[in-house]
């Protein structure tokens, strides 16, 4: 239950973002300037362990990833504002789709059939999230809130098929073992760099309250972008198929429960109902997926002596 765990950490990443009162671009800086010192140790000891070095390209490729986690930072910080913290971290859902129609287009790898028929069931979602099938939906701006959410999306799929490119491109020899710290680590960097950047040029930096907005800040790094990545990323190779969909269901339940509670946030009924069409396409999504994984198991190691394979990376939860 790893897995489940860390997106349980990412799920109150809107919540506590919302909580910090600061601008969208310094709220990303924060909470990825925040984490480097701590991923830093971590990549040190795990070097020490005995873990692989990334190679240079591996190590831009991630970094170049992080730049995209910027942006979809700042962009996911003005969803959650226009349509609240719960609706925004559903929406970004739609990353499932996203990933695997990216890896199609520029990679060659074509999607599975579920994928694609989870993409307008998804869409379906969206425009009663948005508010666009009635009145009366929850945010202040919901149609903008969902357009920004689908830009998150989009950002952030880039920025998880990057990392994948970035991971992938490493030769481990002798008793190596692949690196699982120091990916995130040169992503955060990226973020971080990227972060800085476009606050100076978008001019948003506004921390508001040094106290609790520093604390929540500080908190944000440590359960988003430290502990829920690392228990999530360590655990991806173990996860069986089940647990796929149940773990891209965590976070947007978590997120939408914690809104509630800590924030007031009550969408509306159709808004609901547009939540529950994204998390079914989420599932349709993942059990092709699933199904896929497991007959590529069996014809790698027919005498069924294989773990668990990793899902793929569209399969992973949404921004947090």
């Given at each position: 239950m790893t897995?489940?765990?860390?997106a349980?950490c990412?799920?109150?990443s809107a919540?506590?973002?919302?909580l910090?009162?600061?601008s969208?671009?310094l ?13 830093g140790v971590?990549?040190w000891r795990?070097?020490r362990r005995?873990?692989a070095v990334?190679t240079?390209?591996?190590r831009?490729?991630?970094r170049?990833?992080g ?9 996911w910080?003005h ?9 925004g ?8 789709v ?14 599975r ?9 998804m869409?379906?979602?969206?425009v009663l999230?948005g508010?666009l099938?009635?009145?009366?939906g ?8 969902a357009?920004?959410?689908l ?8 920025y998880?098929?990057?990392l994948?490119?970035?991971?992938a491109?490493?030769?481990?020899t ?5 690196p ?16 800085a950047?476009?606050?100076?040029v ?6 508001g ?16 972008q430290v502990i829920?990545w ?10 069986p198929?089940?647990l ?7 976070q ?6 914690l809104s509630a509670?800590?924030?007031n946030?009550r969408?509306?009924?159709l808004?609901l109902?547009?939540v529950?069409?994204?998390?079914a ?8 997926q699933?199904r ?11 005498d ?15 921004s947090g």
């Amino acid at each position: 239950m790893t897995a489940v765990a860390g997106a349980a950490c990412i799920s109150s990443s809107a919540v506590v973002m919302q909580l910090a009162g600061s601008s969208p671009s310094l709220t990303a800086l924060g909470r990825c300037a925040f984490a480097l010192p701590v991923l830093g140790v971590l990549a040190w000891r795990e070097r020490r362990r005995g873990a692989a070095v990334m190679t240079a390209r591996s190590r831009w490729l991630a970094r170049t990833a992080g730049v995209f986690l910027a942006g979809d930072l700042i962009l996911w910080s003005h969803s959650i504002a226009d349509i609240g913290a719960g609706l925004g971290t559903v929406v970004t859902n739609l990353q499932v789709v996203l990933v695997a129609l990216l890896a199609w287009a520029f990679l060659g790898e074509r999607p599975r059939g579920s994928l694609l028929a989870a993409l307008p069931v998804m869409l379906g979602g969206l425009v009663l999230v948005g508010g666009l099938a009635g009145t009366g939906g929850y945010g202040t701006h919901p149609v903008m809130g969902a357009v920004f959410g689908l830009g998150v999306a989009v950002l952030y799929a880039a920025y998880i098929l990057m990392l994948r490119q970035a991971t992938a491109d490493r030769t481990l020899t002798g008793m190596e073992r692949a690196p699982v710290v120091a990916p995130l680590l040169q992503a955060t960097i990226g973020a971080t760099v990227g972060s800085a950047v476009l606050g100076l040029v978008l001019r948003d930096f506004r921390l508001g309250p040094a106290w609790p907005a520093l604390g929540w800040l500080v908190l944000l790094a440590l359960t988003s972008q430290v502990i829920g990545w690392l228990l999530i990323t360590m655990s991806m190779p173990r996860l069986p198929a089940w647990l796929v969909g149940v773990l891209l269901l965590v976070q947007p339940a978590g997120s939408l429960t914690l809104s509630a509670v800590f924030l007031n946030e009550r969408p509306s009924g159709l808004q609901l109902v547009g939540v529950a069409v994204m998390l079914a396409g989420v599932l349709i999504a993942a059990s092709g997926q699933s199904r896929s994984a497991r007959r590529s198991a069996r014809e790698e190691h027919p005498d069924g002596s294989s773990q668990s394979p990793a899902p793929p990376a569209a399969l992973q939860p949404g921004s947090g």
